[in-house]
Structure formats: C-alpha cells, structure tokens
C-alpha cells in the first residue's frame, strides 16, 4: 500500500478527476456563469437535434475481433493534404474568450501539441494574425460566413491566405440565425450584459469573473463593435441569397483547400462533389441551427457510398468521446471535428483543460481500436459498428 502524494494545485486536482468530456462538462458548469456556459452548452428550439446526435452515438454497438496483435496503433491519417496525429480536430467556435480569457489561443496552441487542425471561427475572439502567431507550428482553418457584405467577407478570406491557414471552412447552413432560446432568456448580448442577475450569478466563480475583469475587453476580433444580441448579429451578417454559384466564386479565390460544413442530404454532397470541394462535413451546426435535422451519423453511410470516391466527408455534432470518433471513421468518415468536447475542458481549465479534453477523447480512441482487434485507421470498417435506431421513417 502506498499513499498519493498530494496535488497542491487546484486546477490540477479538478482536471487530474475528470476522465471523460462529461466530466469536464460538470466542472465547466460549476466554474462558469450561466449565459456563457448555456452559449455553448444549448442548441435551437427544444434542443432535440443536439439530443438526436448524442443518442445515435450511444446507440452503437462494436463488434471486437480476438487475438489481434494491438501492441502497436497508430492513430494517424492524411487529411486534406496533411498528416494528422489524430483523427479529429477542434471546430470553429464563436465567443470563445467569453468562456475561458485563454479562448482561441488555448485551443489553438492545444491542437498545435497534439497535432491536430484547429479552426478558427468569423465570429472568434482572437484575430486570425494573433491565433497564427500563438501557434506557428500548428495547422490552422478558418472558417467563412458568408456575409451580405461580400467584400467584408473576402478581406477575412484574404488575411487567413496571409496568414498561412492551409484550409478555407465554409459554413453554409446559417441563410437565418437558428431559434437559440437559453441565449434570449440569457440576455446573451455583445458584449455581454452585466444585469444584477448575471453578476449575482457570476460571484461564485471568481476565477471567471477575474479574468473577465483583468483581460482585454471581449470581442468578436473580425468583426466591428455590436450592441445587440448575438441572434440580432447573426441575422444582420448571414447572407439567405447566397448559392451553389457564390459557392464556386469562392472556390476560384482560396488558394488552399476548401470544405464545406453544413452538408445534410445526400443530394448536396453530390452536387458539391461536381462543384470540386476538397471536403464536405456532414453537420447540423451541433442542433444550433434548424430543431429536428438529420442526424450526421445516420446520414454518414448513404453519402460516403455516393461521393466518398470524389472527396473527404468529415462529420461533426454530438461527438462526446472518443467511441463516438471511432463510429465515424467506421462508417466511412475520413475525420471528425469537435466543438462542445474542447470547449468544456477551456472552461473547466483553459489551456490545460484543452489539453485534457484531447487527451481523453485520443485515449478513449485508442483503447477501443485496441478493444476492436484494429492497429490502424484505414482498418476500420462498417462491419466493426453497427448503428442502431430508435427511430425510423413513418410510411
């Protein structure tokens, strides 16, 4: 018998006790207020999209094979003309810097040590200089919303050329800003609103209330200053004119590689494949769009048989462990991306707690390829999962 030696740093503590991104979930919800957590923790409407997506997930079932030589894995692939240490990177997420005062710098230089993408969102904290200067050894994304202010939306696309970002993400599932009601009732506004309510809130966590107060004043670093709320924002900037032609334009000026995120029917990944993407990310925006869309990982099989031989289909929404990863690649998914699973390990830690929420979800990945009797990625195959659904088509 022996005794654990003592970890006198508390945030060391926390995150040393978490071993899955729920874990992390619990602590972030603990350390940080209310509307900020709520931004990244809810969807649209009555949040049965993000539900969906969660469930299909834990409504797999693997299939292990026996007396495999797993003493060796190795977790890495080609992903749009790089390696990957990984098989997942960290989506573009807006606000950030609200969450943890390390925000995008935190996730950024996590992913640079990992070896994995990080992709820097329009409505991100951090400038698209700054978060390539944090981390120069890491591969950065940026991610495009198309604005009515075409030109506004181009002067970002230039910068991130500039800047060294390697892939261009076009988010095309936003014409409207989705119905976020725990962000209405919030009060949720840019910059955020202090209400007797929200600082009463905030009192109990003082470490997110010093840096709040002790950092540079939160705001959206591509963007100029704004006084609504986030919705009202969102509704201002996205463009509902925009196409597949626009789409093409857009194609002609990056000079790297371009996916598409919001992809949610087999018919547009076709006709995005015809158009030339380099890659499609089947996503529901994570249930923050449209309540009751399709769930990516049921729609990942039939678009994989349809366009897999034409470009890489990555999938993303309601990825919480690294399971959850390995179902993806399984059944035909090149990568995944992560949003929510990194951002509760920033607030239950910044910086470390990113790290953390990486180092979970590739232990988690790891031990169940093991588990299956597989040593690479390109091993997995449909037989190994098998999906299963509670619900189904009416007639």
Do not use: C
């Amino acid at each position: 018998m022996r005794f654990r030696r003592p970890v006198l740093s508390p945030r060391e503590r926390r995150l040393a006790g978490a071993l899955t991104v729920e874990d992390l979930r619990r602590i972030a919800r603990r350390r940080t207020p209310k509307a900020a957590f709520d931004y990244t923790d809810g969807a649209a409407d009555g949040e049965v999209s993000l539900a969906r997506a969660r469930q299909a997930f834990a409504d797999v079932e693997f299939h292990p094979a026996i007396l495999r030589d797993v003493s060796s894995v190795d977790t890495s692939r080609e992903v749009l003309g790089g390696r990957v240490a990984l098989p997942f990177g960290i989506a573009p997420t807006g606000f950030t810097r609200m969450m943890h005062a390390e925000g995008e710098v935190a996730g950024a230089t996590a992913a640079a040590a990992a070896g994995i993408p990080f992709a820097l969102s329009t409505m991100g904290t951090t400038s698209i200089e700054d978060v390539a200067t944090a981390a120069p050894g890491g591969r950065h994304w940026f991610q495009l919303y198309m604005w009515k202010d075409r030109e506004r939306s181009m002067a970002l696309v230039d910068r991130a050329a500039a800047a060294g970002y390697d892939t261009l993400l076009v988010t095309v599932d936003v014409p409207v800003a989705g119905a976020r009601l725990r962000d209405v009732r919030n009060g949720m506004t840019i910059p955020p609103t202090l209400t007797p309510r929200t600082v009463l809130n905030a009192i109990p966590r003082p470490g997110w209330w010093l840096n709040f107060l002790t950092t540079e004043p939160l705001a959206f670093a591509s963007l100029d200053s704004w006084s609504g709320t986030v919705a009202e924002l969102l509704d201002t900037m996205f463009d509902p004119t925009v196409t597949f032609e626009d789409l093409a334009w857009i194609r002609s000026q990056w000079p790297g590689k371009v996916s598409v995120k919001g992809v949610q029917s087999v018919d547009d990944a076709r006709r995005l494949a015809a158009l030339g993407v380099d890659a499609i990310v089947l996503s529901n925006h994570g249930g923050r769009q449209l309540d009751r869309a399709p769930v990516p990982f049921h729609l990942l099989p039939d678009v994989v048989r349809e366009v897999g031989d034409d470009l890489e289909v990555h999938l993303d929404t309601g990825i919480m462990s690294g399971q959850d990863i390995v179902a993806g690649l399984a059944h035909g998914a090149r990568f995944t991306m992560i949003g929510r699973a990194y951002l509760y390990g920033l607030m239950a830690g910044g910086r470390p707690g990113v790290d953390r929420s990486l180092e979970i979800l590739a232990g988690q990945l790891e031990r169940t390829l093991r588990l299956l009797g597989v040593t690479t990625l390109d091993e997995l195959e449909p037989r190994h999962v098998t999906a299963l659904r509670r619900l189904g088509p009416v007639g």
